[in-house]
């Protein structure tokens, strides 16, 4: 491996004046025999890569079949020629530094951006793709289907497990109970997740074609996601091969995206309906409440005006929670209790959060009757009634 890296590198330092970010090929590269198709491929591979970096809807150069499983890699790929250290838009450089022939006729491609400073390769990231071919061109794939093709299935309610071994099927049956309760409160039907499970982010990488990105260097887990149509797509790297695990904190945000953009939601009070549902890091509702109540609302000056401008947080365990997370969780649990989830929906749907919050206080109202002049004292009152 660290020989491979080595030949990459040296090859890039003979690009360090390439001001351009189209696709770069190692000299030394073996290229499909047939000059048509070679030229084919090269440029269906530079096409596709530059429309990497816009929304993934707009790439015609992914594979049909598999546009979830590309999206997810292609989220990895987006942003990367960037680099804010050196002040370039395009200093990491796309290099094709492998193509092999598969059985089906499909070529497998690795593709490593490089960028240039002083004479010194640098290493960004490298990818691994599944070149199709079409009747006049090459279209791509994440090889997340090719690498878990072995694997067993598990399908329950909308949810299809995807593992190598085994798994926690009490675990599964209680997930899959939970996801039929958020569903049924947003009114989700017929949208369908897939979920791919690993021990590490080492394996979530290789699965999905991340061959190597600079920004995980040193972590050990992380969870990705994807989302096309009434499709999404999860794979865990969190020490959860086997399922033994979930937090329905996140479950609540997983299931919101299916049928909202996360772009259009309120934050605060998606948060609050996620640690009224789900708790946080294994921590229920109550002993967060509880550790809320104990470091921020035990000081009777704070005022739930300014903490929703400017974020205060507590801990509960190791971990750190927003004040005003907590209070839009009181609101929801009233609104949810005298309007039905119709009422927190459109809370829900006030747009992001921003300076002043002046649309958040005006659906509030109407909502509740409560008022900017009157949240301060309103928010006090939710608090001493919790119990």
């Known amino acids: 491996m660290k020989l491979i890296i080595t030949?990459?590198?040296?090859?890039?330092?003979?690009?360090a004046n390439a001001q351009t970010n189209t696709l770069r090929l190692n000299p030394n590269i073996v290229l499909p025999k047939d000059s048509i198709e070679s030229k084919s491929l090269t440029t269906s591979l530079n096409d596709f890569l530059l429309s990497a970096q816009k929304p993934n809807e707009e790439n015609k150069?992914?594979?049909?079949?598999?546009k979830l499983e590309t999206f997810i890699q292609l989220d990895e790929i987006n942003g990367i020629?960037?680099?804010g250290k050196f002040k370039d838009e395009y200093f990491y450089k796309p290099y094709l530094t492998n193509i092999v022939l598969l059985k089906d006729n499909n070529y497998l491609i690795q593709v490593s951006y490089i960028g240039i400073s002083e004479n010194t390769a640098l290493l960004r990231a490298s990818f691994e793709f599944i070149a199709h071919k079409t009747t006049n061109t090459f279209t791509f794939s994440s090889p997340l289907f090719k690498n878990t093709k072995n694997w067993k299935v598990k399908k329950i309610g909308n949810n299809i497990f995807h593992y190598q071994n085994?798994?926690?099927?009490?675990k599964v049956k209680e997930f899959n109970k939970l996801t039929s309760s958020f569903d049924n409160k947003l009114k989700s039907t017929n949208k369908i997740t897939d979920y791919y499970l690993c021990d590490n982010i080492?394996?979530?990488?290789?699965?999905?074609?991340?061959e190597y990105k600079s920004d995980y260097n040193g972590r050990i887990e992380s969870v990705l996601s994807s989302s096309f149509g009434d499709r999404n797509l999860i794979v865990f790297g969190n020490n959860n091969s086997s399922f033994n695990k979930f937090d329905p904190h996140d479950l609540f945000?997983?299931?919101?995206s299916l049928v909202i953009p996360r772009s259009n939601v309120n934050k605060p009070v998606d948060e609050g309906c996620a640690y009224l549902y789900g708790g946080s890091w294994g921590?229920?509702?109550?002993?967060?409440?509880?550790?809320f109540k104990e470091q921020i609302a035990s000081n009777k000056n704070t005022n739930w005006l300014e903490i929703k401008e400017t974020p205060v947080s507590f801990k509960t365990g190791n971990f750190s929670n927003q004040a005003d997370y907590i209070v839009n969780a009181l609101l929801v649990k009233k609104i949810e209790k005298e309007k039905g989830f119709a009422g927190v929906w459109e809370l829900l749907n006030v747009g992001p959060f921003v300076k002043g919050n002046e649309k958040y206080y005006e659906t509030l109202e109407k909502l509740t009757g409560i008022t900017k002049a009157s949240y301060n004292d309103k928010i006090w009152e939710l608090i001493n009634n919790e119990k």
């Open 202 to 210: 080492i394996e979530l990488e290789k699965l999905i074609g991340v």
């Open 81 to 83: 020629e960037k680099s």
């Open 283 to 291: 921590f229920t509702w109550k002993e967060i409440f509880k550790a």
């Open 166 to 170: 085994i798994i926690n099927n009490e």
């Open 61 to 66: 150069f992914v594979f049909e079949s598999e």
């Open 7 to 15: 030949t990459i590198l040296l090859f890039a330092i003979l690009f």
């Open 253 to 256: 945000h997983d299931r919101l």
